[in-house]
C-alpha cells in the first residue's frame, strides 16, 4: 500500500518532466506547422475560445519550458518581426504534442490502483494537460492571425 502511494506521489511529476525534456530537445524548426494535428480544426475559431475564458486564466498556467532551460521567450516582447511568431507557433506545437503525450498517459495508473484511484490519477492527468493544450491551440490560432494581418497589410502597401 505504501508503495502504491509513493508510486502515485511521483508518477505524474515523472512522467511530465521526462517528457517535456524530450520534447523541449528537439530543434523546434522540424516541427511541422501545416500537419493534421497543428492544424486548425474546422470548428475552431476564437470565439469559441473565449467561451473558455481562456485569456483569464492562461497567465496562471506555468511556464514548462522556461523550467527546463528553453531560451524562448513567450512574453509576447518578441513578437516584431513574422520569423519570431512563426517561432511562436512551433513553440505553441511543440507545447502542445508534449501535453498530448502526457494525457495520453493518464490511464496507465489504473494498472496498480484500484478503479477510484485510478480515476483520480486520470483526472489529474486531465487537469494538468487539458488546460495547457487548450491556451496552445488558442495562441496559435491568434499568432496565425497575426501573421495574415501582417500579409495583408503589406499586400495592400
Known sequence: MILIGFLNFIYWPIVQLVIAKWVLRSRWQSWNLNGLFFSSWSWESLAVYQIFAIRRWKRYLPDG????????????????????????????????????????????????????????????????????????RYHRLRLRFMLLRRSSKFLKT
Open 65 to 136: 519550458a522556461r523550467w527546463m532551460g528553453s531560451d524562448f521567450r513567450k512574453d509576447g516582447s518578441s513578437l516584431r518581426e513574422n520569423l519570431q511568431i512563426e517561432r511562436f507557433i512551433s513553440e505553441t506545437c511543440r507545447a502542445e504534442f508534449a501535453h498530448v503525450i502526457m494525457l495520453a498517459f493518464a490511464p496507465i495508473p489504473f494498472l496498480w490502483n484500484p478503479a477510484w484511484a485510478g480515476w483520480v490519477m486520470f483526472g489529474f492527468g486531465v487537469f494538468v494537460n487539458l488546460p495547457c493544450i487548450l491556451a496552445q
